[in-house]
């Protein structure tokens, strides 16, 4: 009850928890398209180098958040434009722009006189108390435009994620879908930099949507569970989080996984009495 009391009293702890909520929907809706294409690592490469970006703003005094996005999303572009156009394979260009952003931002960081370590932590790791009332206000943006897209073109993004060939033969604008969802992908991992930080981000794109397809197998039904688990688990990992007194993003990635390996195990058990019966009704 301390928890529920704290949060109505003190506006950070209520940012916290919209900014939960929020980065759920977002990341539930993305990572299912991210699982669908295979390119979970894409996620990874869009996150780190966005690093590069909250070291140039850090190093000039601006706003890292406004760095970062501006970061993520020509990485972001610039993934979709080296496999397309460039012929390069999508893993190596990943590799190069996540290497290049992280050395940026290390660069520029390490040259900011006065630097210390900690000054970049709650960006890497993640400190959803530092969250604003701006940042709320983007997520919640984005969450309303991601969900009216899934709604309204939720099958042609789904048609291209699993065959872009065929999609394209089929009059599927195939392109212009990668090259949006590429600029989805890179808003949505910045404005969630701070409640998961760069590091632990792709776990909350990518646990939920592996939960969900343990129980479904239509994509209309994945999208919905993922994002009821990512923002079931988010909220409590910060409840976690306030009774145990540790980082936020670890508590949320620790709940992430209990209830992943709860609906596993759930599901082979299912699985167990099916097969048990069928034999039962064999013999």
């Not at 929020?22 to 990341?27: D, E, H, Q």
């Not at 520029?108 to 701006?134: K, Q």
């Not at 709860?262 to 097969?275: E, F």
């Amino acid at each position: 009850m301390d928890f529920i009391s704290d949060i109505l009293q003190y506006r950070y702890l209520s940012n916290a928890l919209i900014a939960c909520i929020l980065s759920g929907i977002t990341c539930g809706i993305i990572g299912t398209y991210i699982v669908a294409r295979r390119m979970v690592f894409l996620c990874g490469g869009i996150t780190h180098a966005s690093f590069g970006g909250l070291g140039i703003a850090f190093y000039f005094g601006a706003n890292p958040i406004l760095g970062a996005t501006i970061f993520a999303i020509l990485s972001a572009l610039g993934i979709e434009w080296s496999n397309s156009r460039a012929k390069i394979r999508p893993d190596s260009a990943i590799g190069m722009v996540w290497g290049i952003g992280m050395a940026i931002g290390a660069l520029f960081i390490s040259m900011r006189p006065g630097y210390t370590s900690g000054d970049m932590a709650n960006f890497l790791f993640g400190s959803i108390v530092t969250v604003t009332d701006g940042d709320i206000i983007a997520l919640a943006i984005l969450s309303i435009l991601l969900i009216i897209g899934t709604i309204l073109w939720h099958r042609p993004i789904m048609f291209a994620a699993f065959d872009s060939n065929f999609a394209g033969a089929s009059g599927v604008p195939v392109k212009a879908i990668s090259y949006a969802m590429a600029i989805v992908t890179a808003i949505t991992i910045v404005l969630s930099i701070r409640t998961m930080g760069i590091v632990l981000l792709i776990s909350l794109l990518t646990i939920p949507v592996v939960a969900a397809n343990s129980i479904f197998k239509e994509y209309k039904k994945i999208i919905p569970t993922s994002v009821a688990l990512a923002v079931t688990s988010s909220i409590a990992g910060i409840a976690l989080s306030y009774h145990a007194e540790v980082p936020s993003g670890p508590a949320i990635i620790f709940m992430l996984t209990i209830a992943l390996l709860t609906i596993k195990l759930l599901s082979l058990w299912v699985k167990h009495l099916k097969r048990t019966k069928a034999r039962a009704a064999k013999a």
